[in-house]
């Protein structure tokens, strides 16, 4: 029979090493406690969700030619529609999220392509990612034009994103000599506009690609001094 414990006195646990066990127990338990008493999946799982969502999202607006159910993003993902619905309440949500997440993308990529390649392969690797965002776009253009009209999803500023992208490349490639000095950056963007209109989702990568060598062609110095030439 154990010693009684003397007024005032406190029992302790009998070695330190039950008393960390004790301590860290809690602390060990709360985050699935948490997520049982609330039906909650835990926060990293919400995220991996919200990642695959996304990615499938992409995957199949930029593959289809008509109106994207969102129970065949959902599927693609592997996950229930109740789990799109929770991340993503309504389609303008998924469409504006998605939208955003490749604007981000496009335009970040400049730096590491830049490293990389020279800066006329730089331009063109980055013309091919533009393009993808392209693709993407067009499987969300009417949920997009329509989000833009009611105010429904916030108008971004790709032009001026893009063509601060584009800008940068060519400062570089003039300063290396090897793209032109005397180009406007927003006369690019309009060439780059002028191909995807003048392109659908039927033609081939490789027409498109075509025409994209040549606007970097009519980029490329005449005479050797980062200008056109006479």
Not at 11 to 32: F, K, L, Q, V
Not at 76 to 103: D, S
Not at 119 to 132: C, S
Request: charged share 20%; glycine share 8%.
């Amino acid at each position: 029979m154990s010693e009684p414990t003397p007024p005032g006195a406190v029992r302790g646990p009998a070695d330190p090493a039950t008393a960390a066990a004790s301590a860290a127990a809690p602390a060990a338990t709360s985050a699935a406690t948490v997520a049982a008493a609330t039906g909650r999946p835990a926060r990293s799982d919400a995220r991996r969700n919200r990642e695959k969502l996304l990615a499938a999202a992409r995957t199949v607006f930029a593959a289809a030619d008509g109106a994207v159910a969102l129970e065949a993003i959902a599927r693609e993902a592997g996950v229930g529609i109740g789990t799109l619905y929770r991340h993503f309440p309504t389609r303008e949500a998924l469409v504006e999220a998605v939208y955003a997440a490749e604007l981000d993308e496009v335009t970040a990529s400049a730096p590491a392509l830049l490293a990389r390649f020279p800066p006329e392969d730089a331009l063109r690797a980055w013309m091919d990612r533009y393009a993808a965002f392209v693709a993407t776009k067009r499987g969300m253009a009417d949920t997009l034009r329509a989000g833009w009209a009611s105010g429904s999803i916030a108008t971004p500023t790709t032009r001026e994103r893009v063509t601060a992208v584009i800008a940068a490349i060519l400062a570089e490639g003039a300063r290396t000599g090897s793209l032109r000095a005397d180009v406007e950056p927003e006369d690019v963007t309009a060439m780059l506009l002028g191909v995807f209109l003048s392109t659908t989702a039927s033609d081939t990568p490789e027409r498109t690609g075509r025409l994209f060598g040549l606007v970097v062609d009519a980029l490329r110095p005449l005479d050797g001094r980062g200008t056109g030439g006479a």
